[in-house]
């Protein structure tokens, strides 16, 4: 008897620690990847938004970009409009002849004399 009560200790089941070491490690890599992926969805979400603004920043410099465009083909036009006039026939004939030294010195005179 005492022969198989020490059988009936040295077969006593083994645990599968092969098993609990795969599940435990199963584990740790399942919080590892959902904290990395938490991570990752926050940083999406933060360069969504700040591609948001970037997109609003060019539409609105495009936006400019196409009033300037406007401007200036309004201007060129004008410009155009204003070298194809023909030059009235006042500005061709010339201001006024230059006086003489004795009509300026007469002048003079006679404005010393009014005040």
């Known amino acids: 008897m005492e022969m198989e009560s020490r059988g009936a200790e040295v077969v006593r089941t083994r ?3 092969a098993l ?5 490690l199963l584990v740790v890599l399942s919080v590892v990847l959902w904290a990395k992926w938490s991570e990752s969805r926050a940083e999406v979400e933060r ?19 196409a009033l300037a465009q406007q401007r200036v083909t309004i201007l060129e ?10 030059a009235p026939a006042d500005a061709t004939k010339p201001l006024e002849k230059p006086r003489s030294k004795t009509s300026t010195k007469s002048s003079k005179s006679t404005r010393q004399i009014t005040r």
């Not at 360069?47 to 970009?65: D, F, G, M, S, W």
């Not at 036009?77 to 023909?86: D, S, T, Y």
């Open 77 to 86: 036009k004008q410009l155009g409009m204003l070298r194809e006039k023909p």
């Open 47 to 65: 360069l969504r938004a700040e591609l948001k603004v970037v997109y609003t920043e060019a539409e609105a410099i495009r936006t400019q970009a």
């Open 20 to 24: 609990i070491v795969a599940a435990l």
């Open 15 to 17: 645990r599968p620690w």
